[in-house]
């Protein structure tokens, strides 16, 4: 089960053991404080401490060398009239509802093409998995730019068919679909999870649809897709979170700027300028919050519509 | 909730039935068959090459003369530079060994990290009672989905009064208490598949919870931790975030800040040297892909699911 899966069971159900355990419930309380004594800590000093210190620095002004000084709502009323938050946001949206789907649907078609027996399958999986692997780090989003660059190897490419290329990665209209391109490139570690889920579907299914005389398509649609639908939904939530915190891709590609025009200027890259380079502290801390919001919501989005489209067969 | 099962089944790998023939062909169909099956396999190997492309084109440029980087697109080349790897190697402050090495302490401080303080927890959610551990759990699951931006600025500040930015304290402390809550889930999972006689036959002998856990739980968890070493490994060794934020002093450099003002100061022009370095920094990953695929794959099984 998904960490998704197991909170599901939580909320809407009761506990994953109560019952039986009830009884015993408090008897291994000290032993327990021993064992998660580090977790504890970490939970509150590092996760639930800091959060509730950003929501404070929130509704400040803070430089790090001053006392932060609480400003009331003002952090809020400059972000309203915050152009450059405006181009962030009009970028992370883009990348996150082009990427996302466009990621999860090369995914789930490429194990849905490898999942029928394929002879060679391991091979194919480790080519189309390793990207994933690499996809995060400064060195393939260095190797973006260059492939990419004015005179790049795509141009380079180009050109032996005496095409002349665009300048990719310098136009404010090519440089953030570059970026949705590396994060296509990364489709594999869906995959692995698609195939793995495959791989749970019963066979006879598929053997009982096809002396009924139903299509490959119509399989694919009533018995894959239902079956798959949790696990669609556990890529999709994932996909979504984590492509709403992209930083490295567009920090190196843009060379720290989020140019060209502010089109690669990602809200966490954003966040970095406004907290790390201008050291406007208290207003990083109210965009962190601000991406928690917006991912708050689109997670809660996800959940409710998930009631419609996502299959369980407890 | 299946995909449990290929990770608590020790040998048994995620092997989406290979080999076995799909669905039933009858006779007349074979021919088409065959060539059905010999486009998608066209089609495979060529979106392959497709992804593999910039990869190898990055391998091939590292070893040729900045003049041809560019102007050639293939992969063959005639003449073959490889002080491409000793300019970039000492072209910034420090030679690449030193970021190689600062990188590999913080990968190995994390990986420690991460196995004590994740197992520990894990056995306390998936074998011990105690009051609050609903809540404690659907807490550890929230954090898993939190994002770090909420937390770096208040942890910025923290680590800054503490002395600790620039050290690697910032990035290794954390992981002795447990905030990659995901490998604590991947934990549970694992621990749950593991038979109850065991650890009440060991209760019933007068074993404690820390025996139990030290002695019983840790050598039969090892596939777990092997996929939870693996994933710090990788996840450390590219982080570039909270590494750009604590790491400013230039001897301190990991391989991604390093490599990020490598960018700066070469600016457009030794591209040899900026490829053979980027190859250089991608090396541990591969060999890592190439040894621990099994652990890995399994990982990201179980991550899924329902």
Known sequence: MSALGELRTITHKRGPESAASKRARTKDNKVAAFFLAPWLLGLLGITIGPMLISLYLAFTNYNLLQAPKFTGLANIQRMLGDERLAHSLQATFTYVIVSVPLQLGTALALAVLLDRGLRALPLYRSVFYLPSLLGSSVAVAVLWRLVFGGEGLVNAFLAVFGIEGAAWISSPDTALSTLILLHMWTFGAPMVIFLAGLRQIPREYYEASSTDGATKWRQFRSITLPLLSPIIFFNLVLGLIGSFQTFTQAFIVSNGSGGPADSTLFFSLYLYQEGFSSFRMGYASALAWLLLIIIGIFTSLNFWASKYWVFYDD | ?306
């Not at chain 2, 560019?70 to 970021?99: I, K, R, V």
């Not at chain 2, 011990?128 to 770090?148: D, Y």
């Not at chain 2, 596939?223 to 400013?248: H, K, Y």
């Not at chain 2, 030794?270 to 695929?293: E, K, N, R, T």
């Open chain 2, 1 to 306: 909730m299946t995909e449990t099962r290929a990770i608590t089944t020790p040998g048994r790998r995620v092997e989406p039935h290979a080999g076995i023939p799909s669905g039933s062909s009858p006779k007349g169909s074979s021919l088409r068959s065959a060539v059905v099956s010999t486009l998608k396999h066209a089609g495979l190997i060529l979106l392959a090459l497709v992804m593999i492309y910039p990869l190898l084109w990055m391998v091939v440029s590292s070893i040729r003369p900045n003049s041809e980087i560019f102007t050639t697109p293939g992969l063959f080349s005639d003449s073959f530079d490889f002080s491409h790897y000793t300019t970039g190697w000492n072209a910034l402050a420090a030679p690449f060994s030193t970021y190689l090495l600062n990188s590999g302490l913080i990968v190995l401080g994390s990986v420690i990290g991460n196995l004590i303080s994740c197992s520990l927890a894990a056995y306390a959610f998936a074998r011990l009672n105690f009051k609050l551990k609903t809540l404690a759990f659907v807490a550890m699951l929230v954090t898993i989905m939190l994002p770090i931006h909420v937390l770096i600025v208040p942890q910025y500040v923290l680590f800054a009064q503490l002395g600790w930015v620039n050290t690697y304290l910032p990035l290794i402390v954390p992981k002795f208490l447990a905030t990659d809550a995901f490998f604590i889930f991947l934990m549970v999972q694992f621990i749950r598949g593991i038979p109850r006689e065991l650890d009440e036959a060991a209760r019933i002998d007068g074993a404690s919870h820390f025996r139990i856990y030290s002695q019983i739980m840790l050598p039969l968890m090892v596939p777990a931790l092997a996929t939870t070493a693996i994933f710090t490994f990788i996840w450390t060794w590219n982080d570039f975030f909270s590494q750009l934020i604590f790491v400013t002093k230039p001897d301190l450099y990991t391989v991604p800040v390093a490599l990020r003002s490598f960018i700066d100061s070469q600016s457009q022009s030794d591209f040899g040297a900026l490829f053979a370095m980027s190859i250089v920094s991608l090396v541990p990953i591969f060999l890592v892909f190439l040894f621990g695929q099994r652990f890995l794959l399994r990982g990201i099984a179980t991550t899924g699911g329902k």
